[in-house]
């Protein structure tokens, strides 16, 4: 199960878990992109299934989450990956955009997980993988809100790997550098110029360069990652 499967990172999580035969469901709160991308995971000859939610609403996701469960049999891999970033410097921050922020990259992992836990810890396996950021380590100006959000995703990681490891389950975070996204169009000239700077490989990466990682800590060769990070950052942060 992708979260914010419709598009970018989601997407091609997605299609490299079809890939190795795996049945997939995702979340987006745009229906026609999960639609898609559902019609992209049938194409590779497993089951793919759409569901239109917004992953901040405790409704919502709860019903998508079951629903898939039903369709799926059972939900073995949870990757809470959806996600949305605006620049706002914080003398200018509104409390509904900070709470927007909260609820959309943070508060979602806690919800999207409660859901699936009991299944995992029932049949003692499961792998709950959350998309952080590497502006969790680092920070980053006018990001106050989403870099806040995303070192909490780490807190979340470490704090829940602890209570579930007894029950088989792993739960990691991938923090990846600037990707190639829509996402990544946000920000000003100057913002991504000195972004570029920065950064030791020179460029932005592509969503191929992270989502295999995401198979490896699903796999039996990743068994013994659990409360860890991933940096694929470029060398952004070294750590
Ligand atoms: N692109 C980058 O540079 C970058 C770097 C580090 C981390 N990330 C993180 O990776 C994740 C994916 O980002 P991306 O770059 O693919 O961006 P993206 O904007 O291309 O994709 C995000 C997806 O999440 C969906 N989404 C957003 N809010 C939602 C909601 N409330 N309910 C349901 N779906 C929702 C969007 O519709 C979209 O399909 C995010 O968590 C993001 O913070 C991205």
Same mark, same amino acid.
């Given at each position: 199960?992708?979260?914010?499967?419709?598009?970018?990172?989601?997407? %091609?999580?997605?299609?490299?878990?079809?890939?190795?035969?795996?049945?997939?469901?995702?979340?987006?709160?745009? !229906?026609?992109?999960?639609?898609?991308?559902?019609?992209?995971?049938?194409?590779? %000859?497993?089951?793919?299934?759409?569901?239109?939610? $917004?992953?901040?609403?405790? !409704?919502?996701?709860?019903?998508?989450?079951?629903?898939?469960?039903?369709?799926?049999?059972?939900? $073995?891999?949870?990757?809470?990956?959806?996600?949305?970033?605006?620049?706002?410097?914080?003398?200018?921050?509104?409390?509904?955009?900070? $709470?927007?922020?909260?609820?959309?990259?943070?508060?979602?992992?806690?919800?999207? !997980?409660?859901?699936?836990?009991?299944?995992?810890?029932?049949?003692?396996?499961?792998?709950?993988?959350?998309?952080?950021?590497?502006?969790?380590?680092?920070?980053?100006?006018?990001?106050?809100?989403?870099?806040?959000?995303?070192?909490?995703?780490?807190?979340? !990681?470490?704090?829940?790997?602890?209570?579930?490891?007894?029950?088989?389950?792993?739960?990691?975070?991938?923090?990846?550098?600037?990707?190639?996204?829509?996402?990544?169009?946000? %920000?000003?000239?100057?913002?991504?110029?000195?972004?570029?700077?920065?950064?030791?490989?020179?460029?932005?990466?592509?969503?191929?360069?992270?989502?295999?990682?995401?198979?490896?800590?699903?796999?039996?060769?990743?068994?013994?990652?659990?409360?860890?990070?991933?940096?694929?950052?470029?060398?952004?942060?070294?750590?």
């Amino acid at each position: 199960m992708v979260t914010g499967g419709g598009r970018g990172i989601g997407r %091609g999580i997605a299609l490299v878990f079809a890939k190795e035969g795996a049945d997939v469901a995702v979340i987006d709160r745009i !229906t026609e992109n999960a639609e898609q991308v559902a019609g992209e995971i049938q194409a590779l %000859g497993v089951r793919g299934f759409a569901h239109s939610a $917004d992953v901040s609403n405790e !409704t919502s996701i709860t019903k998508a989450l079951t629903d898939a469960e039903q369709q799926l049999g059972q939900i $073995d891999v949870l990757m809470n990956n959806a996600g949305i970033n605006t620049h706002v410097a914080l003398v200018d921050m509104s409390v509904e955009t900070w $709470d927007e922020m909260i609820a959309v990259n943070l508060r979602s992992v806690f919800l999207g !997980t409660r859901v699936v836990l009991p299944g995992m810890m029932k049949r003692r396996w499961g792998r709950i993988v959350s998309t952080s950021s590497q502006l969790a380590h680092k920070g980053g100006r006018q990001l106050t809100h989403y870099a806040a959000a995303k070192a909490g995703v780490l807190g979340f !990681t470490r704090s829940l790997a602890y209570e579930v490891a007894a029950y088989n389950i792993t739960v990691n975070a991938i923090c990846p550098g600037p990707i190639n996204t829509a996402m990544s169009k946000i %920000g000003s000239a100057e913002w991504k110029a000195q972004k570029l700077q920065e950064l030791p490989l020179g460029r932005y990466g592509n969503v191929e360069e992270v989502a295999p990682t995401l198979v490896l800590i699903a796999s039996d060769e990743g068994s013994y990652y659990t409360g860890a990070s991933f940096n694929m950052n470029g060398g952004d942060v070294m750590i």
